[in-house]
Nanobody, 119 residues
Framework: QVQLVESGGGLVQAGGSLTVSCAAS????????MGWYRQAPGMQRDLVAI???????DYADSVKGRFTISRDHATNTVHLQMNRLIPADTAVYYCHAYIYFGRRWDEYWGQGTQVTVSS
């Protein structure tokens, strides 16, 4: 069974940095895409940063220049380095992946990790 296991997150002051990581575990053929979404209270879940199926990266406009997504193919892990954090970045951050099993692909979400930025 595939799981997305998240780590990192927490409380940081505005202007600070945090890194959240997500590792895909289980048996599968390949990862089609993998990245991060976030959801603030009362808001919809929005894309933050992702490695697309073509291998390129895509960022929300609000985080461009501040956040960097990276990946480790050997461990099926993605990291999101978040710099110059602002209170508007406060949200639950969810790891997301489309995973390929040979004849089908399935969508997976992590359990979410809280990021709180204090002013």
């Amino acid at each position: 069974q595939v799981q997305l296991v998240e780590s990192g997150g927490g409380l940081v002051q505005a202007g600070g940095s945090l890194t959240v990581s997500c590792a895909a575990s289980g048996r599968f053929d390949s990862i089609v895409s993998m990245g991060w979404y976030r959801q603030a209270p009362g808001m919809q879940r929005d894309l933050v940063a992702i490695f697309t199926s073509g291998g390129s990266t895509d960022y929300a406009d609000s985080v461009k220049g501040r956040f960097t997504i990276s990946r480790d193919h050997a461990t099926n892990t993605v990291h999101l380095q978040m710099n110059r954090l602002i209170p508007a970045d406060t949200a639950v951050y969810y790891c997301h992946a489309y995973i390929y099993f040979g004849r089908r692909w399935d969508e997976y979400w992590g359990q979410g990790t809280q990021v709180t930025v204090s002013s």
